[in-house]
């Protein structure tokens, strides 16, 4: 089994998980609104092929949302 990744966007009351950032960003129309409803995407990763093989928690960069969302714009 490989690494996978789960990105979980909580936003207004609700969480959502996609399988990629791409989906994740895509719930939102734009960065304000994003950022107006203190919304927050987390990447959960699990590497079976570590020594400890636990759920990694990392709050994705506001600066890589901002990156995905203006790749999405550009489209």
Do not use: H, R
């Amino acid at each position: 089994m490989s690494e996978q990744k789960l990105w979980i966007a909580v936003s207004e009351g609700t969480i959502d998980a996609y399988k990629n950032l791409k989906d994740a960003i895509a719930k939102f129309d734009n960065l304000a609104t994003f950022v107006a409803a203190e919304s927050q995407i987390t990447c959960l990763t699990y590497n079976p092929k570590e020594k400890e093989a636990i759920w990694q928690i990392e709050q994705v960069p506001l600066k890589d949302i901002a990156k995905k969302m203006l790749e999405k714009m550009k489209k």
